[in-house]
Nanobody
C-alpha cells in the first residue's frame, strides 16, 4: 500500500523559511512525478511545485517562483520543498502527491496523496 508522509510544517514569521519533506512508502517507480500542493481555508487546492524523475525537470506556480525549491532524493524516496521568503498568503495545508506518469500542477492528475502538513505564516 502506497503511503506518503509529510513533515516539516509549522509556524513562522513573514520572511522566514521552512523545509517540508515527503517520504514515500510502498511506492517505487523508475520514472514518476512528485509534487506539492496547498489548500487554504475556503480555497481550492492549488499546485505549488512538481518534479519529474526522468530528467529531473521541475515546474513551479508563478506565486512561488524564486522563493520555493523542490528537490528529491531518490535513494530515500523523499521529496523536499524548501520555502524561503515566506508570506502570509503562503499559509495553507501543504500536501504531497505522486503519480507514475509525467504530470503538471493539476491535482486531479495525481493518484497518491499524503495527509498534509500545516504551514502558518504570520505578518
Amino acid at each position: 500500500q502506497v503511503q506518503l508522509v509529510e513533515s516539516g510544517g509549522g509556524s513562522v514569521q513573514a520572511g522566514g523559511s521552512l523545509r517540508l519533506s515527503c517520504a514515500a512508502f510502498g511506492y517505487s517507480s523508475s520514472s514518476d512525478c512528485m509534487a506539492w500542493f496547498r489548500q487554504a481555508p475556503g480555497k481550492e487546492r492549488e499546485g505549488v511545485a512538481t518534479i519529474y524523475t526522468g530528467g529531473g525537470s521541475a515546474a513551479y506556480a508563478d506565486s512561488v517562483k524564486g522563493r520555493f525549491t523542490i528537490s528529491r532524493d531518490n535513494a530515500k524516496s523523499t521529496v523536499y520543498l524548501q520555502m524561503n521568503s515566506l508570506k502570509p498568503e503562503d499559509t495553507a495545508m501543504y500536501y504531497c502527491a505522486a503519480d507514475p506518469f509525467l504530470r503538471g500542477l493539476t491535482p486531479e492528475e495525481y493518484k497518491y496523496w499524503g495527509q498534509g502538513t500545516q504551514v502558518t505564516v504570520s505578518s
